[in-house]
């Protein structure tokens, strides 16, 4: 009688063991899944907004008298700042968030400025504006663009981990 009770015993804690190894892993499972998810959606997003860094999507020509009419300017533009700020809010970190805004601020106030100040070149329909500019106050706000544009790059490659994977 003992041994039977031993047998199954044994038999339960086994089955309980393995009932419990397949709940953990199948959790694992799971949370690498979300964990994919949220890198593949961050990395799709962070594109993006490398993508459309430009002044197009900033929010600084809302509030700024100088800059209206120099962010968005079509009902395209309002919606994929829109999409953009929606899939910042959701799927990116504070620090992305901040530092994005600061780089499209910096795109946008570089912009108005160089209109303004006649600080660039044209190509038929297309406004260069130059990497460098002999005019200080100008000098500074393409060093400052350039600045916010290459510390939201460094962030989003070290949030997503970019940088083991891929030489710098």
């Not at 962010?71 to 968030?97: C, I, K, M, W």
């Not at 660039?120 to 000098?139: A, N, W």
């Amino acid at each position: 009688m003992d041994q039977l009770l031993g047998v199954l015993l044994g038999g339960g804690l086994t089955l309980l063991g393995s009932f419990g190894a397949v709940w953990l892993q199948a959790r694992n499972q799971r949370e690498e899944a979300r964990a994919k998810d949220l890198w593949d959606r961050r990395s799709g997003l962070y594109l993006d907004l490398l993508t459309h860094l430009g002044g197009r999507v900033s929010f600084a020509g809302d509030s700024d008298e100088f800059l209206v009419g120099y962010g968005p300017q079509t009902a395209e533009d309002y919606e994929l700042r829109t999409q953009l700020n929606a899939r910042v809010a959701l799927f990116a970190s504070p620090d992305t968030r901040d530092l994005w805004k600061k780089a499209t601020d910096a795109a946008l106030v570089l912009h108005a400025a160089t209109i303004e100040g006649g600080h660039f070149d044209q190509s038929f329909d297309r406004i260069l504006v130059p990497e460098t500019s002999s005019d200080p106050v100008h000098q500074r706000l393409i060093d400052a663009e350039k600045s916010a544009r290459e510390e939201l790059i460094a962030h989003l490659r070290a949030e997503l981990d970019v940088n083991r994977y891929l030489p710098a």
